[in-house]
């Protein structure tokens, strides 16, 4: 080609043609050069995706909080059961009925330790306390509230021996006011045959009890010389 006809307009022509043929064959390699990069990425990408462990997940803690919470409480909730049955209450007591053994205090004073001497006759003091929430009754009579002596295993005397009459005394018991009854032996002893002359006691050393059906009085010890 004559150098001439590439100047001016035409010459200018010719080279933007050069430089576009340029251009393209450049894109063109660079279209290639990605296409390869990334398909030989791939499979070693999908490899590490597959052999690399899964991640662990991330667990909030205020809902961990919250399950642990319901479960603690589910697994702390009492079993259901049978309702146990209601125990019927106590009738309240009325005035006037016969008193419970656990509403009486029975005590005895004297004969503790004591010695009567020169035919001295021993004396003693019975009290009997309703502590109940109502009156109530009782029957102290000389045989249901017995005054015994005994020595050893020798039974001296009872206000339960020979006893004339019903041998009952019903009395009202106000809530807190003691029923006292005293007693003065006469060293005789007692039997349950009523003998005319009953001997008299000897020397010695004696035990006095108070008995009224389930209760019992302390043993007061005492000497007669």
């Known amino acids: 080609m004559d150098p001439d006809t590439v100047r001016g307009d035409g010459g200018d022509v010719y080279w ?27 499979p070693e990408r999908a490899s590490s995706a597959q052999t690399s462990p899964s991640a662990t997940p991330v667990v909030d ?43 009486l205090v029975l005590s005895l004073q004297g004969g503790k330790e004591e010695i009567y001497s020169g035919g001295t006759q021993p004396t003693f003091l019975v009290t009997l306390v ?14 249901a509230m017995e005054i015994r ?40 002893r007692s039997s349950t045959d009523c003998r005319a002359t009953p001997a008299t006691a000897l020397p010695g050393t004696y035990v006095v009890t108070v008995h009224m059906g389930e209760l019992r009085t302390p043993k007061g010890v005492f000497h007669l010389r």
């Open 149 to 188: 002596i005994t020595s050893g295993e020798d039974r001296i005397w009872s206000t339960a021996d020979c006893v004339s009459g019903v041998g009952s005394e019903v009395k009202k018991l106000q809530r807190g006011v003691p029923y006292v009854r005293s007693l003065e032996w006469d060293r005789h």
């Open 16 to 42: 933007r043609r050069r430089m576009s043929v340029l251009v393209a064959v450049l894109v063109v390699v660079a279209v290639v050069a990605w296409a390869c990069s990334s398909g030989g990425s791939g």
């Open 61 to 103: 803690p205020l809902l961990a909080g919250l399950r642990t919470l319901a479960m603690g409480t589910a697994s702390s909730s009492p079993t259901p059961s049978t309702t146990p049955t209601a125990t019927p209450a106590a009738s309240p007591k009325r005035p006037g009925e016969p008193c419970a053994k656990e509403d």
């Open 130 to 143: 309703n502590t109940g929430p109502v009156m109530c009754t009782a029957d102290v009579g000389p045989r």
